[in-house]
């Protein structure tokens, strides 16, 4: 596939590493050489200097034969322009904006034909908002991601040594749990992929990704590892964009929230902005005597959302060691999180990640519902439409266990029209299903794409 990217910052360059290492066409236009240099001394793609707003410079770009205009540089009003140029003067086929003003969605007149011509709208505030949300919901997952409206959950987490699937092979998990629709789809030992089979043994201490009726999360999740307290008292060092939309959606759910801005003009804002509810407090998360004057020993979720990684790193041991329950960081290093999150941090939220899955079921080839990113990026779940008929889709009228899947990969669970099915080998695929499909390497994606593909006589 051909990508046009407007926007080499963080955002754009995040987009450009992870869709060029599966082989994608890649040019990133910016006005920024330094951008440029760094993303073309560093990954096979084309970079090309300029405005992307500008109509010599798309074209220069190769507009007029993309498949693909992803339009994330820092402003929106240039991404919105860029979208519309890219229609109009170049006909790219889908296009595609990060957007932050919040109320932009609401006027879908604005999106439309009519209007900037765009097709999908991403924010990186507000999937990284809805990513934190769901951890502080189930405070014993590492990872929570929703598929088919919600009503099926994609949960990693790690065993208890009190846990009931502990000790017991995979095979057994009905037996364990006959209450509960789940499937394991991945066990990590010690940080690798042990592709489970059914005979693997759940071992104290392995994270397990889990396929779940969204009814039966809870359940499942506390079955696993043992249940903590509910979550109530919030602490949030960083007052940007993404604390002020978690602050604000946490307080309206009556939990008790504090947050740390060391900006004070930031500060008055957010106290302009969020309900009197939530304490504002002027300074530092890495300001010992302030977390200490503020009773950080008694919050049961402490959050570095920063924009700086190593104060979210240093703020988060920080607040551990004086007694946080739970500690959760904003790190944009993939290297950093990976490094830091099982240690004293418990988990590392990496924003690029949750802007992919937001993105890539825009990239994905056939008919894609929703893709979210797991294990730091490495796996992919994806919620897969099946279309056709037996002579057009290699995977409509088959068993689930004729379905040539790449090794590891595995279908976790189907939504049929109100009904959510845990399938057997025997189950068979029929049209309109949504298929939840577990895929342990990125690698692996364009042979799961194309099972998904309907044949020509089809259409």
Known sequence: MKILIMGAGRVGTSVAENLVSEQNDITVIDTNVDHLRYLQDRFDLRVVHGDGTQVVVLEAAGAADADLFIACSASDAANMVGCKIARQLFNVPRRIARIRMPDFAEHPELMGEEGFCIDALISPERSVTTYLHSLIEFPEALQVVEFADGRISVVTVRVGHGSPMAHHPVAQLREVWPDVAARVVDVVRD?????????????????????VDSRHARRAVRQLRDAEKSVRRVMIAGGGNIGLRLARQLA???YSVRIIERNEKRCEYLVAELPS????????????ELLDRENIGDMDTWLALT???????????????????????????????????GSHIDIAVSPSQATMS???????RGDIAAVHRLRQGVAEAIEAVAHGDRSTSKVVGRA????????????????????????????????????IVFVPSRQMMPRVEKLFQVSASFF
């Open 277 to 288: 509810s939530v304490l504002v407090l002027h300074g530092s998360g890495t300001d010992e």
């Open 358 to 364: 937001e993105l890539l079921r825009h990239v994905r």
């Open 400 to 435: 689930v266990g004729d379905i040539r899947l790449p090794k590891g990969a595995s279908i976790g669970a189907l939504a049929r029209g109100d009904e959510i099915l845990m399938p057997d080998d025997d189950t068979i695929i029929q049209t309109d299903d949504h298929v």
């Open 307 to 341: 924009s700086d990684d190593e104060d979210n790193i240093m703020s988060s041991l920080l607040a551990k060691r004086m007694g946080a329950r739970k500690v959760i960081a904003l790190i944009n290093r993939q290297a950093y999180g990976e490094l830091m999150q």
């Open 252 to 254: 309206e759910e009556n």
């Open 191 to 211: 940080g690798r992929p042990l592709q489970a089979s059914r005979g693997t043994v759940i071992a104290p201490g392995d994270e397990v990704v889990l396929v």
